[in-house]
Every structure is written in C-alpha cells, then in structure tokens.
C-alpha cells in the first residue's frame, strides 16, 4: 500500500506531470522512485530518480521533491535538482547537508541545483553512503525552510534512472 502511495506521489511531483507525457515506472526503492519519460516527439527519452521529504518544517506551499535526472539528448548525467517546500528569500544561502558534506546550491524561489557537473557528482557520491539529507534556508519573511529526505533506497533508484537512459545518448 505504501509503494502504491509513494508510486502515485510521485507520479504527480515529476516535472512536467501536468503534460501528456508518456511515463514508465522503472522502479520503486524504499522512499525513491524511478521514471523514465518521453516527451512527444523527443527522440531520447529523460529519466529521473525521486523522492519526496520525509519532513519539512511548517506547512508548505508547493510540492517538495528531490531529484537526481538524465537526459541523454543534453548530455545530461546525474543532475541534482530540489523543489523546496517554501520560496526562499533571494538573500540567504540555499544549504544541502547529506551525511557529513555540506554544499551550497544555487537557485531561485522554490528551485534549488548544483552549481555545476562537478558539485552533481559529489551530491550523488554523498547520497549513496549517507542515511539522510536536508536542504534549509529562509523565506523572505524570515521562516526557516528543512526538508529533510530519507536515502534508504536512493542509490538503487539513481542506478535505475541512469540504465532507464543509458542506451539513449
């Protein structure tokens, strides 16, 4: 029931879910899942791995989600994005602590990403040891934003995402 639960929660934070994309679960890992969609008239396919915060502080005013993605026609490989609970002010610093690192992402509003490929890869090589991760900030009212996300499951679901594109680019 769980799996169901999460399959269809996440289903519905995917970007782009409101469009009439084709989507292919490739798989469900603990709190992570995988997808693999084709956008009409794509010729390669985009893939994601993606979880939803197991909590967040206060109430939040949009959809909150993790994602690592490919897409294979960009060159894509292993991109961390986040969608954070809250917009955050545009003068504080958008944090993402997994295990022991610390990064500092860029971003605007709800949207939060790696500064480059480089910062991608350690993201991703910190998620597949650590047991959990949070990103945290502020609102432009002064409101503390923490999304904190479980890891049980997402290295699974990040191999997953990459072999659903690896025949793609």
Excluded at 43 to 50: D, G, H, N, Q, T
Excluded at 83 to 108: D, H, M, P, W
Excluded at 153 to 166: P, Q, R
Aim: charged share 20%; with cysteine.
């Amino acid at each position: 029931m769980r799996r169901t639960v999460l399959f269809f929660l996440m289903l519905a934070a995917l970007p782009g879910a409101a469009m009439a994309s084709p989507r292919d679960a490739l798989g469900i890992f603990d709190g992570w899942g995988a997808f693999r969609e084709s956008a009409q008239g794509a010729s390669a396919p985009r893939c994601f791995a993606i979880a939803a915060p197991a909590a967040t502080i206060g109430r939040p005013t949009a959809k909150p989600y993790a994602s690592i993605g490919y897409w294979p026609k960009s060159r894509i490989r292993g991109q961390f994005y986040v969608r954070l609970s809250k917009a955050r002010s545009a003068q504080r610093e958008l944090r993402l602590t997994v295990g022991s690192r610390r990064f500092i992402l860029t971003g605007n509003g709800v949207h939060g990403w790696a500064s480059d490929a480089r910062m991608d890869a350690a993201i991703v090589a910190a998620m597949r040891s650590a047991p959990s991760m949070s990103v945290e900030s502020s609102t432009p009212t002064g409101g503390a934003i923490a999304d904190t996300y479980r890891l049980r499951g997402a290295a699974t679901a990040i191999d997953a995402a990459a072999l659903g594109c690896a025949k793609q680019g």
